[in-house]
C-alpha cells in the first residue's frame, strides 16, 4: 500500500465543475494554482456531499486549502506518447480567506471567512474510476 498524502494551499483558478457518475454520486473537480507564477497546477477531485458543498460555495479566485489523495493517472495522447496528469482526490476543502498585505509576502488569515468541508470516507468499491468524467 502507497500513501500518498497531499496538503496544498492556493488560488482556485477554474471554478469547479459538478457531474455525476452513472449511479448519480456527485463529483466535482476544480483547478488550483498553487504557486505564484501560475505555472503549478494541479486537479483537484471531490466526490458526494463534499461535491455538493464545493460547488456552492467556492469559485475561481478564492483561496483554499486541501487535504486529500495524491493521485496519478496516465492517459494515451493522440500522438501515442503517455501523459501523467496529478491529481489531488480531496478528504477536505478549506476556504482560507488569505489575503496579501503591502505587497509583501505577509499573509494574514481572515477568521470570518474560513469555511470548512470534510469528506467523509468513500468505499473504494462505490467509485469506478471509468466513470469519473474528468
Known amino acids: ?3 500518498a498524502k497531499a496538503f496544498l ?5 477554474k471554478a469547479p465543475e459538478k457531474r455525476f457518475t452513472q449511479n448519480d ?3 466535482a ?3 488550483l494554482n498553487f504557486e505564484q507564477n501560475n505555472e503549478s497546477l494541479i486537479r ?4 458526494g456531499q463534499l461535491a455538493d458543498t464545493v460547488t456552492a460555495t ?5 483561496n483554499v486549502a486541501v487535504e486529500g489523495r495524491l493521485q496519478v493517472n496516465t492517459y494515451k495522447l493522440p500522438n501515442g506518447k503517455d501523459k501523467k496528469v496529478f491529481e489531488i482526490n480531496a478528504n477536505s476543502v478549506e476556504k482560507t480567506g488569505v489575503q496579501v498585505q503591502n505587497s509583501n509576502t505577509e499573509v494574514q488569515n481572515s477568521k470570518q471567512d474560513i ?3 470534510n469528506q467523509e470516507e468513500i468505499s ?11
Open 1 to 3: 500500500m502507497t500513501l
Open 9 to 13: 494551499t492556493g488560488v482556485v483558478v
Open 25 to 27: 454520486m456527485p463529483i
Open 29 to 31: 473537480g476544480f483547478t
Open 44 to 47: 483537484v477531485i471531490a466526490f
Open 58 to 62: 467556492i469559485s475561481q479566485g478564492d
Open 115 to 117: 469555511v470548512s468541508f
Open 124 to 134: 473504494e468499491d462505490l467509485i469506478d474510476e471509468d466513470e469519473i468524467p474528468f
